[in-house]
């Protein structure tokens, strides 16, 4: 029998089997990406460089605490850790937590400020030996709140735990400022709103050591062309 070939027929076996090849490249290079991106945070994390990108908790400042402590104990490592910061701040306890580690280990460490840092953000910021941030970085300062309700009672622990992070808050800015009294920290940083500062507003307050300038790069120069007029006959 006489088989008549149906160009639609292939035009759809054609456009489906292009359409699942093209899903499958899709699907391949998010893998590979992600495999690419692994590896290459574990080769800048060997270099000691460590980045903090999102929310601040116990989970997302896992890998940064063990990284600290994997270098710590390397005795081939004795270069200056770097901390990459880019974060809206936090839980408390975990921010903290790793202060008391950035204190805790015998490299040096150097704080980067790009994007914004803010709340416990700031604090990690602050804490580095040399700290740096970008020209178009911003820091924020503000009082430990919390939205605790219940009985009396809760309210009265409440309270304490709130006067001991705001004591935390005081000394560490007492700490590494340029200020030396309550007063002045109350008055320039630790206000009862969010407190928004430049990199250069920062560096007034002692709370940075330098922002970072754009590397320079060479005008482009345009040429402009030439009009030729053409010869009418």
Known sequence: MLKIHNPKIKEKDET?????????????????????QARDNLELEDRGIIFINSIITKQTLDRA????????????FTDTIQILINSPGGYTDAGWAFIDMMEFVKNEIK???????????????????????????VAMIHEFSTGTAGSYAQLVASRKAEDIEYQKDLDHLLRHSRYTTETQITTNLLKETDNW???????IHGLCDEVTEPRPRKKKRTTKKKKTKRKTS
């Open 197 to 203: 500062l430049t990199p250069r507003e920062m560096m």
């Open 111 to 137: 704080t980067v400020a790009i994007g914004e840092i803010a709340s416990m953000a700031t604090s990690i910021f602050i804490a580095g030996d040399q700290r740096i941030m970008s020209p178009n970085s």
């Open 16 to 36: 489906s089997f292009a359409q699942e090849e093209e899903q499958e490249q899709m699907e391949f290079p998010m893998e590979l990406f992600q495999l690419m």
């Open 65 to 76: 605490y063990k990284r600290l402590l994997s270098l710590h104990f390397n005795p081939n």
